[in-house]
């Protein structure tokens, strides 16, 4: 079924609280090299049809992003792309 990535991040300029949370908490796991972390959401939307990405960014502006503190991209999953936290 033909699926269209949204991802949705913070904009820039604003403040972070659970991806700072993330990188101050990196040092206890060992970790040292990282410099930041934003935390941001991914949200999958399959089309019955051909993917639509007009509609697609129509349904994160309106509904899944706050377009005053968020940004998104909207893009047509690779037919092979999973999502897998073991990799």
Do not use: C, H, Y
């Not at 990535?5 to 604003?14: A, F």
């Not at 090299?33 to 959401?41: E, F, T, W």
């Not at 991914?42 to 960014?57: H, K, N, Q, S, V």
């Not at 309106?62 to 990799?87: G, M, Q, Y």
């Amino acid at each position: 079924m033909p699926r269209v990535v949204v991802d949705v991040m913070l904009k820039p300029e604003i403040l972070d609280p659970q991806g700072q949370a993330v990188a101050n908490a990196l040092p206890r796991l060992g970790v040292s090299d990282v410099a930041s972390v934003r935390i941001g959401r991914r949200i999958e939307i399959e089309f019955t049809g051909e993917p639509d990405l007009d509609r697609a960014r129509e349904i994160a502006d309106k509904l899944l992003a706050n377009p005053v503190i968020e940004d998104f991209t909207v893009r047509v999953a690779e037919a092979d792309e999973t999502v897998d936290a073991r990799s």
